[in-house]
């Protein structure tokens, strides 16, 4: 079977698809909107998407991956996996009423988010759709594809409507209405046909098999966390100490840099993993020669896509910005590689660490480095501002990616000093 007609490829596309879908759209409506509502607005945007995105974190519960597990391994008992669609469905609804009541807590007792209300609420409200969204249970049975085409056709004619309602800068929030209403149309249709087409419900559980699928899900939930917080907590005290303009700066190059780096992250990392982990678990240097190949191929991806964004990058901005937006010029140049080195970690720690069960390290590893950043950002952006969130980004992500290489290396020499 060639390459483009296997099951790794079609999942591949359709992951494509979803994240074209969250990232692209989105931004393709920016050159029309941000004309309108201005650099400042923009970065509120992207703050109030920042924040919410940790409740979203808090939401998922690493459920796209250990339900996706648990489902993949039981795809044919249908009484199983409708007992693992009824647990993560309880699990993720006790975890949004959690997220709703910290939400509210935080908007009551902290002022400066009690002024950004509004935004904030109709930000949050994509949550009730990330609630709804079974992508667990499509991937687990490997049935992306249709449910792939109809988020991208979703998301295309919802967010476009907001070209209709933002005439002026005031309207500015409802771009983050709409991306929200896209998300929760797309839940309901999933549910629909997840209780339709497949024909599942919803069993009679108890507490000791919620708490189990609470237990599966942890450690990837708190990995992830600090992973959020390792990426954001920098530009979150931006918020503090520096202007709106420079928050709507970080803003405008940091989503032209993540939406290049998930287009090539998500797809890879969710369709690549359950490959490279069988073969980790079955032939060591069969997992040796496949991980270190694929870096190859990304490092040369991602770098000729960095050159490109660093030379362009004044260009780029205007195009798709506009030219108020030309004071992200320089933020643009220093992330222009960010993506790069954010996807080989992600090769050597989640795809390389995690497959050769060093579950216990990569947890340390991230633990280190979010104890750093967090004191490298409350040393570094009070003082330097968005030049110091835009540094220490870049060379925090060297770092990690250098480390999770030599560790992967140290356990894979150690692994075949013991044969």
């Known amino acids: 079977m060639t390459f483009y007609k296997s099951t790794l490829f079609k999942n591949m596309s359709s992951l494509v698809l979803i994240q074209i879908a969250n990232f692209v759209i989105p931004l393709l409506i920016v050159p029309y909107i941000s004309r309108i509502i201005g650099i400042e607005n923009y970065g509120k945007l992207e703050y109030a998407r920042t924040l919410v995105l940790y409740f979203t974190v808090l939401i998922d519960y690493g459920f796209n991956l250990t339900a996706t597990r648990q489902i993949s391994i039981h795809r044919e008992d ?13 699990s993720k609804f006790i975890l949004f009423l959690l997220s709703i009541l910290i939400f509210c807590i935080l908007l009551y007792f902290d002022e400066d988010l009690n002024k950004m209300s509004i935004l904030l609420s109709v930000t949050f409200l994509i949550n009730f759709g990330f609630f709804l969204f079974p992508l667990w249970f499509f991937q687990g049975l490997e049935k992306l594809a249709t449910i792939a085409y109809i988020n991208l056709a979703i998301k295309l004619i919802v967010v476009s409507g907001v070209i209709f309602l933002i005439n002026e800068s005031k309207d500015f929030w409802f771009y983050n209405l709409f991306l929200s209403l896209a998300q929760i149309i797309i839940g309901l249709v999933s549910i629909y046909i997840l209780f339709t087409k497949y024909n599942y419900r919803f069993y009679k559980t108890n507490i000791k098999q919620v708490k189990a699928q609470f237990k599966d899900g ?9 992973v959020m917080f390792f990426v954001s907590y920098a530009f979150i005290l931006l918020q503090k100490y520096g202007s709106d303009l420079e928050i709507g700066a970080y803003s405008t190059a940091n989503k032209l840099v993540m939406t290049v780096q998930v287009l090539v992250l998500m797809p890879f990392s969710q369709a690549f993993f359950p490959f490279i982990a069988k073969a980790a678990n079955e032939n060591l240097n069969k997992f040796k020669k496949h991980i270190f190949k694929a870096s190859k191929y990304i490092f040369f991806i991602t770098f ?17 910005f506009g030219a108020e937006y030309l004071y992200a010029t320089d933020t643009l140049k220093i992330l222009a590689f960010l993506p790069t080195f954010t996807v080989l970690t992600n090769l050597f720690s989640y795809q390389g660490l995690l497959s050769l069960n060093k579950d216990g390290l990569f947890l340390k590893i991230h633990i280190f480095f979010t104890i750093i950043i967090f004191i490298l950002s409350y040393l570094l952006v009070p003082v330097y501002g968005l030049e110091g969130v835009a540094f220490l980004r870049i060379f925090s992500e060297i770092i990690l990616m250098s480390v999770s290489l030599l560790y992967l290396i140290k356990t894979i020499k150690k692994r075949e000093n013991a044969y």
């Open 304 to 320: 000729i896509i960095g050159i490109v964004t660093f030379v362009f990058a004044e260009l780029i901005i205007k195009i798709i």
């Open 78 to 90: 249908k009484r199983k996996i409708n007992q693992i669609v009824t647990n993560v469905y309880i």
């Open 218 to 226: 942890f450690n990837v939930f708190l990995t992830t966390i600090l």
